[in-house]
């Protein structure tokens, strides 16, 4: 009888931490000592006067290693709070991306038409590129690259993915 395979799913963990110098260190030494995988990272100061900050980590894994995940980060000292947003409620998710595409003629046009069917802004332009920002979905991110790459796409940069639960509670 062939054994069962667990299914490895993305998590969106968020963990608020003292805002210190070496604490993002130690978090992400805790990750890469034990080979897991950060897909996207981001942090910022969230509270400044309890000198707080989020760290937001996107990982993926099995039900058991998203577990010993947390377990490990909320022994870290200094960890105030672990949340995993995927499995604690509905959440918002979005992400920043900055799309440069070179061009000019049917291509231009079109990168405009698409760029406005996104809902993306144009916040620099030059007869031969422009710059496009946008906010949404990693998948519809994804989806914008993959459009722009055909028409001329330079560069792409990515914030990674912010979360925060859905409702008036705090993390």
């Not at 291509?107 to 030059?126: C, Q």
Request: charged share 25%.
């Amino acid at each position: 009888m062939a054994e069962a395979k667990e299914d490895i799913n993305k998590h969106v963990i968020a963990v608020l931490v003292d805002n210190e110098p070496g604490v993002l260190a130690r978090v992400v030494g805790l990750f890469s000592g034990r080979g897991y995988n950060i897909e996207s990272l981001t942090v910022s100061e969230v509270d400044p006067v309890e000198i707080i900050s989020r760290i937001t980590i996107v990982t993926s894994g099995t039900a058991m290693i998203i577990e010993q995940i947390k377990a490990q980060l909320e022994r870290l000292v200094p960890v105030h709070r672990v949340a995993d947003l995927t499995l604690e409620g509905s959440s918002v998710e979005r992400e920043l991306a900055l799309v440069k595409v070179k061009g000019g003629g049917e291509k231009r046009v079109e990168a405009l038409r698409i760029a406005d069917i996104f809902r993306a802004n144009v916040v620099d332009s030059t007869t031969r590129s422009f710059v496009f920002e946008m906010t949404g979905s990693s998948d519809k991110i994804d989806a914008f690259v993959d459009l722009m790459t055909p028409l001329g796409l330079v560069d792409a940069c990515r914030t990674g993915v912010v979360a925060i639960a859905r409702g008036p509670e705090p993390l």
